[in-house]
């Protein structure tokens, strides 16, 4: 939910019109985090002083209102700051004065973007309006700023006082989720970013290679600096006490000297996702949870904003500086309409890079570097609990009777709120797994959170390198599906389904019994890509079905068993996001506990009936369907004849049981996309949601 970006450029010339298109340009990169309303703010004529531009729709519109703005767009800043924003509204409808950035006062003294939520806003407001202070929004952000000011007046004249120990202060007094970039007028040519349970990244371009590729995390006291091994141990500086001196250790950065000693040209992008900074540049560094990152005169110094304490898994005092390995044209659209269109298009290729270097289809050999040296301790596990949310959580759907039958070891699995709010009981010999395209679930990262204080071993599953979840766990596997921009998860959802069949694999390597099939589901995978390709050959029957037959309906049924559960739920969740038309999900062998009271010869039915050990029963539930004047839809192999010339069919390729859904889903995917069109609907950006979930 919400993007966030920043521009900074140091002894760089640049001028107003590059620094907004940049502004602007990075924020379509996030758009699909949200997109109800966009803003940025940049410095204005004089060095005190900062233009906020805000709009309600996409960016398209904020950029067409910069168009508009009669200012100087030939001015020249050989040092600059700014910072963007794009919504999906929590607090308060889209509007302008709803929109981020968000100003502590009509002089803008301070500005922020924010991404995530405060739930002690309320208190802060009720605070804050006693002291006089009036607001102007509904927003849970407007109250941090006006807070920043309040403690700014109360504390400037301090010993020490800085932009860092300003938003130390206000960060201390925040509960919730947050990424925030704070920009003031009272400290010209810097900003102030942190990040709790929201994501946040440190883009930075030279034109000389960086010293070296980390950034030393700085502690208020140097005695308390611990080597490049240790854990941080840092102090907070209390705003409040202005008896004790501040003491803030400032040390040049490392990576940003230059050889003769004098300050290099330097350009820094921040942003929620690496898809917003890969066109600039690919060396980047992830902010960890309660990082203050402070850009000034060229350089970033990170700090803390706490001691690591009660429990908290340690920082270590470094940050990296990561190369990307994502390429621009992947978050291009290419000759697609949509980037959903796309990235389904895209299948053949994601589903191999997910097995690329890990299946040994010779040898009928899986490994996954990401586990080694933890196979043992997961299969001595009690239990493997899944925990996951929306599409991820049907990929674990999916896999649990792959990995029932070949581990032989109890699995659950857990939508990752419910699981939260039942404090569901986990113990040591536990192994829990989380699943997560973004990799910065909310409900997820706060799941593994509570199995990590219990104990647990915990596995992350994710498509994001670098985010919480792979920073967080102990082990796990990267799905390496490529950036998926559209809203609606589709190759995320394949390439979570192969990773997770290829874990169970691995874990039951030990096991004679179940070689053979081993064998057959690695064959499977080899001819996967293949299958996948023939199904989209197909598209054009998909798309005239969908004009033909489902446009006009409002609501869709989707039926199958077994392991085609997991597929009519993941289908009805896509034709639900993308075309707003009521679907359902329906386990055949529940059909007569309810839900065939639904069922006549205006309800229209998709039926999953491809060749497996429970064909005969799905064939029951036809049976059921057929007597109810009910008109299927079926999804049957290609050579099921009999089915073929009686019903209609949208044919697939026969593969490995507990493979079919990949293909299977594929068909599903593309009605979605079908239908959407058909009912005028934007399908990269659907109404509501947005595309990473990073709030409960």
């Not at 970039?181 to 290679?209: C, Q, Y």
């Not at 394949?494 to 030990?510: F, K, R, W």
């Not at 069922?599 to 539930?621: C, F």
Request: aromatic fraction near 8%; hydrophobic fraction near 35%.
């Amino acid at each position: 939910m919400c993007g966030i970006f920043g521009y900074l450029n140091y002894l760089v010339e640049r001028d107003r019109r590059f620094i907004m298109d940049t502004l602007v340009n990075g924020l379509s990169r996030l758009e699909y985090r949200g997109y109800d309303s966009a803003g940025f703010a940049c410095d204005g004529d004089s060095e005190d002083s900062t233009l906020i531009i805000k709009q309600v729709g996409k960016v398209a519109a904020l950029k067409k209102l910069v168009d508009e703005q009669q200012i100087d767009f030939n001015k020249t800043f050989i040092s600059h700051c700014g910072m963007a924003h794009t919504r999906w509204a929590t607090h308060g409808q889209p509007s302008q004065l709803n929109c981020h950035p968000h100003r502590s006062d009509v002089d803008n003294e301070f500005s922020i973007v924010h991404n995530g939520i405060i739930t002690n806003y309320k208190e802060i407001k009720l605070l804050l309006g006693k002291k006089g202070y009036v607001f102007e929004s509904d927003t849970d952000t407007e109250c941090v700023a006006k807070l920043t000011k309040y403690i700014y007046d109360a504390q400037k004249d301090s010993p020490n006082f800085n932009f860092t120990t300003l938003v130390k202060a206000v960060a201390k007094e925040l509960e919730g989720s947050f990424a925030f970039i704070f920009k003031s007028t009272h400290f010209p040519n810097e900003v102030v970013a942190t990040r709790r349970g929201s994501p946040l990244l440190v883009g930075v371009k030279t034109a000389k290679k960086l010293k070296v590729d980390f950034v030393d995390v700085e502690f208020s006291n140097p005695v308390e600096a611990p080597s490049s091994t240790a854990k941080d141990a840092n102090n907070f500086l209390a705003a409040a006490d202005n008896s004790q001196p501040q003491l803030l250790h400032r040390s040049q950065s490392r990576a940003f000297l230059s050889e003769d000693g004098l300050p290099q040209p330097i350009e820094y992008f921040l942003a929620s996702d690496a898809a917003a900074i890969v066109e600039h540049t690919k060396r980047v560094l992830y902010l960890e949870d309660d990082d203050i990152a402070h850009i000034a005169d060229g350089e970033l110094h990170i700090h803390r904003l706490r001691r690591d304490e009660n429990g908290a898994t340690p920082s270590a005092a470094t940050r990296s500086i990561q190369t990307l390995e994502i390429e621009l044209a992947e978050i291009m659209k290419g000759s697609f309409d949509h980037f959903m269109q796309k990235e389904i298009y895209e299948q053949p290729e994601s589903v191999v890079n997910t097995m690329r270097g890990r299946v040994n289809f010779e040898n009928h050999q899986v490994t996954l570097g990401g586990l080694r040296g933890y196979l043992n301790i997961i299969r001595r596990a009690r239990r493997i609990v899944f925990i996951a949310c929306g599409t991820s959580y049907h990929s674990c759907l999916a896999t649990r009777g792959v990995f029932e039958e070949l581990t032989e070891i109890p699995t659950q699995i857990d939508i990752a709120s419910d699981f939260l709010d039942r404090r569901t009981p986990i113990f040591r010999d536990d192994v829990c797994v989380f699943v997560s395209q973004s990799g910065e679930t909310a409900d997820t990262i706060l799941s593994m959170r509570y199995c990590l204080e219990r104990g647990a071993l915990c596995v992350g599953i994710t498509n994001t390198v670098g985010s919480s979840i792979s920073r967080e766990s102990h082990c796990g596997v990267h799905i390496n599906a490529g950036p998926e921009i559209g809203v609606a998860s589709t190759k995320a959802y394949t390439s979570q389904y192969i990773a997770l069949v290829m874990m169970a694999i691995q874990l039951s390597e030990d096991r004679v019994s179940t070689i053979e099939r081993r064998k057959e589901i690695i064959d499977g995978l080899y001819r996967l890509p293949g299958h996948i390709k023939e199904v989209l050959s197909g598209a054009h029957n998909l798309q005239q079905l969908s004009s033909d037959t489902l446009a006009k309906e409002k609501s869709l049924l989707i039926m199958g068993r077994g392991y085609q559960s997991a597929t009519c739920l993941e289908g009805a969740l896509k034709i639900k996001e993308i075309s707003y038309m009521h679907s359902e999900g329906i386990l055949a062998g529940e059909l007569k506990h309810g839900t065939l009271a639904l069922v006549d010869e205006n309800m229209p039915v998709i039926l999953i009936m491809t060749k497996d050990s429970l064909y005969p029963k799905v064939q029951s539930a036809l049976s059921q369907v057929t007597s109810r004047k009910g008109q299927p839809i079926i999804i049957c192999n290609s050579g099921d004849e009999n089915l073929i010339n009686e019903f209609k069919t949208i044919p697939v390729p026969q593969t490995t049981d507990c493979l079919q859904g990949l293909v299977n889903i594929i068909p599903l995917q593309l009605l979605s996309y079908y239908l959407a069109l058909l009912k005028g609907q934007d399908v990269d950006f659907p109404r509501n949601l947005a595309k990473s979930v990073t709030v409960e």
